[in-house]
């Protein structure tokens, strides 16, 4: 569904060489895994015999009767679609190996053999086992003989492709693992049998975090149970699912009996993040053998959770050092383009709006980074025909305490003479009516810049240009943009970050401007001097847009994806007509828009979305959008 395929990784309870319980568990196992509708269940390793067996893992009997249980197993799975990876010893060429087994349909498909096998310590892995670096070719279990080998890939389509390694295969300085993505694999197994001791945990999650962020894949991971021998040691059946960098689903470790997991893994996504975000392509390609699988179980309903607003940060704890980190990006930018540039003075439009507030606090902190006075930052008000009483009171408190040099320069008298001059009836309030205020605003601000040896800062924000929102040679210009990387629902929490810290009456304004609805203010307000033009109710709400431009522009996800996602992450907030109208509206001026970006100012990107055509974002001006808007 969408490129997501849900993955179960389960932790059998074991009894020690008891292969005939084991495999009742792990049927058990599999059972549990298709009620969840799981397209592959993974196992730990050598969960057939259990991983504490030691030297009974020379004696023929187990070996003999772990291969029984495997075509048990086989057999078991023979009308079902779920593809089983189980963990047992095989036999091939006089050498006993640890391997994964993987099964469909009845059909053993594979066996994968570990690589790294530890030999330190607890660990005592080559007393029974070979290494299975550098082996290919096939195995022989029951009758048959099935590929065999490190450098198999199992492959249903470009999104459903997985590779397998086992347990220390992982903490080896290269794991096989990165191999695995590099030949295509988006999904990553790993079968082990890792013991506990204090931290340990953590560390593994680690490991877990950082390979799949680094292999840009899913990283699934089932590790042996507390039925396992606690001679020496103690195993507590982890099993955690990551994808790209982040854990997406973990059990409760030390549990007395089966333990499972599932989580759903955007397959669709990870691909186009390798082929957008990475340097990816420019590994070398190892040569490898594709085992491929029949279609694996769909899923009918998505069991993930998508934030409302996925540019804000999500955990709170990491509230306070993401707010930093972003506010650090915008000043270190700004202050290289003053110092390099030589100017003396920043001056900004102020509206009383979200977007000019960010970015004068933002020159606010960068001119205290470079040691200069607040007086030398001209905050300019320019009241126009939609001004309300609202927004001017809030940018002149704003301003006041700041301690900025502000002016305030009414424009009306001069757009007045302006539409004489080309002709156009100031009744008539269309869109030159509204052009005309911008771009006389952008008139006086470049003019006393060069008048004052100073910096035209822009305020318009990451939204505005992804809509095209802006006035072409007008607010859509500038001579540094600091909020170009800054959406708009991530300057509605920076304002809010800065406002809890602030004194009272500096909170208060903050406060007052984020509830303010966001405006233009270019058409006449009413007669109780408030606010008419509601952009919102204009293009739409901005935690959709920012909610769409983030899954379409980051992943590259399809407008169908983006409605399924949006429907899961808002409910019934909006209507599914809501959702499909300012989707449309978000792709129709995406498209229309990309010649206002093609020419957009200077700016730092912030975080991982940027449209700048110089780095991240290069689309031709004239694109169709013909083929976003046939759903």
Known sequence: MFGFYRIAAVSPLVKVADIRFNTKEILSGIHSAIEKSAALVLFPELSVTAYTCADLFQNSTLIEESEKALLEIAEATKRENIIVVVGAPLRRSGRLY????????????????????????????????????????????????????????????????????????????????????????NILLNLSASNELVAKSDYRKQLIKGQSARCVAGYIYASAGCGESTT?????????????????????????????????????????????????????????????????????????????????????????????????????????????????????GISGGLDSTLALLVIEETFKLLGKPMQDIITITMPGFG????????????????????????????????????????????????????????QILMDIANREKGIVIGTGDLSEIALGWSTYNADHISMYSVNCGVPKTLIRYLISWVAESSEKKLTDVLQDIIDTPVSPELLPKCEKGKIVQKTEEIIGPYELHDFFLYHIVKYGASPEKVLHLAEMSFGKKYSIDEFKKYL????????ANQFKRSCIPDGPKVGTIALSPRGDWRMPSDASSALWLEW
């Open 584 to 591: 449309k509206i978000f792709i129709k001026r995406f498209f």
């Open 98 to 185: 640890s391997c994964a087994v993987i099964i469909q349909n009845g059909k053993i498909l594979g066996a994968v053999p570990k690589i790294y096998l530890p030999n330190y310590r607890e660990f005592y892995e080559q007393r029974w086992f070979a290494s299975g670096k550098e082996t290919s070719g096939s195995v022989k279990i029951g009758t048959k003989r099935v590929p065999f080998g490190e450098h198999l890939i199992f492959e249903y389509d470009h999104f459903f492709t997985f590779g397998i390694e086992l347990c220390e295969d992982l903490w080896n300085i290269t794991p096989p693992s990165s191999e695995h993505a590099i030949a295509g694999a």
């Open 387 to 442: 001004t309300s009483d609202r927004t001017f009171s809030n940018a002149v408190k704003l301003c006041k305490i700041i301690g900025t040099d502000l002016r305030t320069i009414d424009i009306q008298e001069a757009c007045l003479k302006h539409f004489k001059d080309i002709g156009h009836d100031a009744k008539v309030h269309d869109v030159t009516y509204e052009n005309v205020q911008a771009r006389e605003r952008t």
């Open 232 to 348: 020496d040691v103690v195993y507590s059946g982890h099993l955690i699912a990551a994808e790209n960098g982040a854990i997406i689903a973990e059990n409760s470790r030390f549990t007395r009996k089966s333990s499972i997991i599932t989580a759903d893994i955007d397959c669709e996504k990870l691909s186009n993040i390798r082929r957008s975000e990475t340097s990816f392509d420019q590994n070398t390609l190892c040569e490898y053998s594709t085992v491929q699988l029949k279609k694996p179980v769909d899923i009918s309903k998505i069991e993930r959770s998508f934030p409302h607003h996925p540019f804000v940060p999500a955990n709170l704890a990491e509230c306070d050092a993401r707010c930093k980190e972003i506010f650090n990006i915008q000043k270190a930018a700004l202050a290289k383009r003053v110092e390099h540039i030589d100017v003396q003075k920043a001056v900004i």
